[in-house]
């Protein structure tokens, strides 16, 4: 069993950045596919980025590729999310979860992983 804590959110305005934090308990995810998801108002949620276990291999996707950064510190068990140059379409929840299949990541639709409640960005114009 693992609990996901994110911390972070908050609100600025365009072009500005946020670091989002998720820290894990109750087990170690540094086997687990990670990831960061988002959803906005009325909108279905959306994977944006994720992390094989090893921590090397990352991926994104296109709405975010080059602005987001995603990294993990599995001696603290925390992953991160840097987000620069934000835009006002990046409004929303956003998620962290982990996968502890550990298998083929960027295929994994999270379907059995942990998740965490959420911290909120709002990025005004």
């Known amino acids: 069993q693992v609990r996901l804590v994110e911390s972070g959110g908050g609100s600025v305005q365009a072009g500005g950045s946020l670091r989002l934090s998720c820290a894990a308990s109750g087990d170690t995810y540094s086997s687990y596919c990670v990831g960061w998801f988002r959803q906005a108002p009325g909108e279905e949620r959306e994977g944006i980025a994720g992390?094989?276990?090893?921590?090397?291999?990352?991926y994104y996707a296109d709405s975010v590729k080059g602005r987001f950064t995603i990294s993990k510190d599995n001696a603290n068990n925390t992953l991160y999310l840097q987000m620069d140059s934000l835009r006002p379409e990046d409004t929303g929840m956003y998620y962290c979860?982990?996968?502890?299949?550990?298998?083929?990541?960027?295929?994994?639709?999270?379907?059995?992983?942990?998740w965490g409640q959420g911290t909120q960005v709002i990025v005004s114009s």
């Open positions: 979860a982990a996968d502890p299949s550990g298998q083929d990541c960027y295929y994994s639709d999270y379907g059995d992983a942990y």
């Open positions: 992390v094989y276990p090893g921590g090397a291999t990352t």
